[in-house]
């Protein structure tokens, strides 16, 4: 990941997941968390939150929710957003560090092997691709029903799981990423 030498890192990433019971579940993950983690750190003297965004259906029961976000959290991310499921996002994954680097992916499922999926997808660095990146990120950040996160204090109380509703207006920041840079005229 390089960034150009003008491009402020953002205080958070996001990495919109698949719709899937099993993702985030190996030891896989959390390795490429704390990968991500590093190579952020290198970038800046300080490292943002990564942000999953996951989905979740309208009316499912609470606890059920509860325990994804638990199972997120473990996988090394900071703060875990549920989102309604949308049809785009039943095979669909980005990780986005907005307007520096982006990678979508698309699990195709084979016609003729529905138990198969293929990856396709991309990396970018291209303003575009990235705004659209964004603003897909932010699409689904705003219809968040529940925010978990663990405290990051000495004491337990200060250190304990918290799942709540959502509350993104924080994320005002996304804004600027997801607009075209106006032309400047001298």
């Not at 785009?88 to 982006?102: A, D, N, R, T």
């Not at 198969?116 to 659209?132: C, D, E, H, S």
């Amino acid at each position: 990941m390089k960034r150009a030498p003008d491009a402020e890192l953002p205080p958070a990433v996001f990495w919109i997941i698949p719709d899937s019971e099993l993702w985030g579940r190996t030891s896989l993950v959390r390795e490429l968390v704390t990968a991500v983690r590093a190579e952020l750190a290198k970038m800046s003297e300080w490292a943002p939150e990564i942000v999953v965004v996951a989905p979740c259906r309208q009316g499912e029961h609470k606890d059920h929710s509860v325990k994804r976000a638990r199972l997120l959290l473990d996988a090394g991310f900071n703060r875990v957003f549920l989102s309604p499921y949308q049809v785009k996002q039943e095979c669909f994954e980005v990780l986005l560090v907005p307007g520096i680097f982006g990678v979508a992916s698309y699990q195709w499922t084979l016609p003729s092997a529905d138990r198969y999926n293929v990856p396709l997808g991309f990396l970018t660095q291209v303003p575009i691709k990235l705004q659209k990146m964004a603003a897909f990120s932010q699409s689904l950040l705003a219809s968040s029903i529940y925010a978990s996160r663990r405290g990051n204090g000495s004491t337990p109380e200060e250190r304990r799981f918290r799942f709540e509703d959502a509350v993104v207006s924080e994320f005002v920041w996304l804004d600027r990423f997801t607009a075209a840079p106006r032309n400047r005229t001298t």
